[in-house]
């Protein structure tokens, strides 16, 4: 019965109650919905990172991790490959000569770390040969003498790139509304081209005024960047022997991952290729990167591989990249952290109205003493009260933050035309998919009782200092 | 031993700068099913009496024994259960809880006792009866009138079966009507029931139809009047 005068008193005064219910809602709403689209981020750097650079699980001789050098191999591994690949909850595997050398162009060199690679398994494992640029060629698909895919960060680095307006390019900005008025005046670019981003830029500026050309430049380099493709690049590197190796390779792909980190340090070659630059034998690999049907199977099927392979180093994806999965164990402290700070100001607003909410019940609280209501049974009234209050604004934010939460899980929330720039440095998609789990909804909601718990403290302890006799004589 | 005795019974209030004798030395008795009334002027203690015979005051000297338990020897949480299983309040304001209806501001009081619901049920809706308002279980104090309401406080009084019923100016704020009809519910209350009513009143109306008149002045008794 005291539950239901305590709810019951929460509707007294419906416009201050409502008051701090919305405060609540729209705390804990907001609360919540910019976690989600944290984890949501995260999770999609998650993805983003397993899909193009680790994969579930890697195999390594144990060596190489120490020493990223050619010469710690995983030997006969077309054996070991096919006896992964009979594990049930294994979706593809990929062997792969990995070792560290210098990329040469005419126009200028880069570090990289060159990934000699079966192209057929290696489709079947990453996202690299669905992530080639527009006009960025293809993934191995032209054969011919020693063909290599790199990242479009790389061709920039590489001078490999170049900026030139196209009539399809148009097309496309065209689609984008915000762009559409300036299409007639890029126009007059159409057909020329330009060797250096900042050239480009320039030409942009002079174009559209500096502001405007800083609003659209993004868009308008995205569409315009071109690939010198079939253009050489001298990979060297240590081989097997301790020499300096080195051999031409000509540019059949530019892929671009979304993480410039990423794109501008790998470049993928034919295995066979490298491998007899290197003088490494056909069945030696470097690594073997094993992509499951369901990231959950990690664990299990990395001990199972490590019982097929007594020697290996087995590595799972949290393992290779431990950034990456901090990210989601750093976002669980960020939500209470927030949700503390949110419910802290929340509490002052509910410790104010409680107060009155007791100071106007003076002579009615008076009256419950007098008749026998006692300080435990008063202080859990109004106690309830106030959790009553918290809760209904909590219950009615989280309901709030579901549905969008739902919804724009869905559809997405994209934020190309802001950060996409920031974001893809980042290794983070631009397209985040806000997410939040249950176990969040379960803190909040104990933290709400927590916070109407406190908060009920003062004005319920103001309410027992309350002589009966005297607060039944206060004229109301 | 009477049922109620009280003894040497004074209360000094210490106002900032003086104390104000509101009771200087009362010695009181009362005997079971009495329908009494303490009167006088305002300021002559009867409403300091009533709280202190209530509990909810504490006398600065002297003794109140109400069925064999001293009252001002009961710590305070004690003595919040003693009224709760002893006494039954009727107040001036009426004070019933806006927010129940008739029917569940009686039944509260037999919840705080622990009463089971069929029996919380069946004697609420009795009492209701008895004072007339069977009529109107399920309406709130604001969809009552003043007389009503009052009387919603008689049979919450009631409720907790009391060896008494305390009354704080109960018809101050009640027309004449309404006053007569609640005087004689708990005439007949007192009569069939033998229910102990003990009034602070300066009503005319409620000192005629008591058996027992206390006059007091000035914190003292002037007069002690059986009918």
């Not at chain 1, 750097?45 to 050098?69: D, M, T």
């Not at chain 1, 493709?229 to 051999?247: H, M, P, T």
């Not at chain 2, 009084?157 to 708990?186: C, G, H, V």
């Amino acid at each position: 019965m005291i539950w239901s005068i305590s709810w019951k008193n929460v509707w007294r005064n419906k416009v201050r109650s409502l008051v701090v219910i919305v405060a609540f809602t729209l705390g804990i709403f907001g609360g919540l919905y910019m976690v989600a689209f944290f984890y949501g981020m995260a999770e999609s750097r998650i993805k983003l990172a397993i899909g193009n650079e680790s994969s579930h699980i890697q195999v390594h001789n144990p060596l190489y991790l120490e020493n990223n050098e050619l010469k710690y191999t995983i030997d006969e591994s077309p054996e070991i490959v096919a006896q992964i690949e009979k594990i049930p909850q294994v979706l593809a595997v990929s062997p792969r000569i990995k070792v560290t050398g210098m990329a040469n162009t005419s126009g200028n060199a880069s570090g990289v770390m060159i990934n000699g690679v079966d192209v057929e398994k290696e489709r079947l494992v990453t996202g690299i040969s669905e992530s080639i640029a527009r006009n960025g060629g293809s993934f191995f698909k032209e054969s011919g003498r020693k063909p290599i895919v790199i990242g479009e960060k790389l061709a920039k680095t590489l001078k490999l790139t170049y900026y030139e307006i196209q009539d399809e390019d148009l097309d496309i900005l065209g689609e984008r509304k915000n762009l559409r008025n300036i299409i007639p005046v890029l126009d007059s670019l159409k057909g020329k081209s330009f060797r250096s981003e900042s050239e480009f830029d320039h030409a942009l500026a002079n174009l559209l005024g500096k502001e405007e050309a800083e609003k659209a430049s993004f868009r308008i380099k995205q569409s315009a960047i071109k690939y010198r493709l079939k253009r050489k690049i001298v990979l060297s590197f240590q081989a097997l022997d301790g020499n300096i190796a080195y051999d031409a390779f000509r540019v059949v792909g530019v892929y671009n991952t979304g993480n410039t980190g990423f794109d501008g340090l790998n470049v993928y070659v034919r295995n066979t290729d490298i491998a007899s630059v290197a003088s490494l034998m056909p069945d030696q690999v470097n690594q073997i990167a094993i992509l499951l049907h369901s990231v959950e199977e990690d664990k299990m099927v990395a001990e199972q591989i490590a019982g097929l392979m007594p020697g290996a180093d087995v590595q799972t994806w949290d393992e290779i990249m431990p950034e990456a999965a901090m990210y989601s164990e750093i976002m669980d402290y960020f939500l209470f952290i927030f949700l503390t700070f949110i419910l802290l100001a929340l509490g002052f607003g509910i410790v104010n109205t409680m107060l009155m909410a007791v100071l106007e019940r003076v002579k009615e609280l008076g009256m419950l003493m007098a008749v026998g209501m006692n300080r435990r049974r008063v202080f859990r009234m109004i106690m309830l009260e106030t959790v009553f209050l918290g809760l209904t604004g909590a219950m009615a934010g989280m309901l709030l933050a579901y549905l969008l939460v739902w919804w724009t899980g869905n559809t997405g929330v994209d934020l190309s035309s802001l950060y996409q720039e920031g974001l893809e440095a980042m290794g983070i998609a631009t397209l985040v998919y806000p997410t939040i789990g249950w176990d969040a909804f379960f803190q909040i909601t104990f933290l709400v009782i927590l916070t109407g718990i406190l908060a009920s403290i003062y004005p319920a302890l103001k309410a027992l200092k309350l002589n009966p006799a005297e607060a039944l004589r206060v004229d109301m | 031993m009477k049922f109620i005795e009280i003894r040497d019974l004074q209360k000094i209030y210490n106002d900032s700068e003086h104390e104000v004798h509101a009771v200087r030395g009362i010695d009181l008795s009362f005997e079971e099913g009495e329908f009494a009334a303490i009167a006088g002027p305002s300021g002559c203690g009867k409403t300091t009496l009533l709280n202190i015979l209530g509990g909810l005051d504490e006398p600065t000297r002297g003794t109140i024994n109400i069925g064999g338990t001293n009252v001002n020897e009961l710590k305070s949480s004690e003595r919040i259960n003693f009224r709760l299983n002893n006494i039954g309040f009727v107040f001036q304001a009426y004070n019933l809880i806006p927010v129940l209806t008739a029917k569940e501001n009686v039944e509260f009081i037999m919840h705080l006792q622990g009463r089971p619901k069929a029996e919380r049920d069946a004697r609420t809706k009795e009492l209701l009866e008895a004072v007339g308002l069977g009529d109107r279980l399920n309406s709130r104090p604001s969809k009552l009138s003043g007389g009503q309401q009052q009387r919603v406080a008689v049979a919450r009084a009631l409720a907790s079966k009391p060896k008494f019923i305390l009354a704080d100016e109960p018809t101050a704020n009640l027309d004449s009507k309404a006053t007569e009809n609640l005087l004689d519910i708990m005439e007949k209350l007192n009569k069939e029931e033998n229910i102990t009513f003990i009034f602070a009143t300066h009503d005319a109306r409620v000192m005629k139809k008591a058996k027992r008149v206390i006059y007091l002045e000035d914190g003292k008794i002037l007069k002690d009047e059986v009918k």
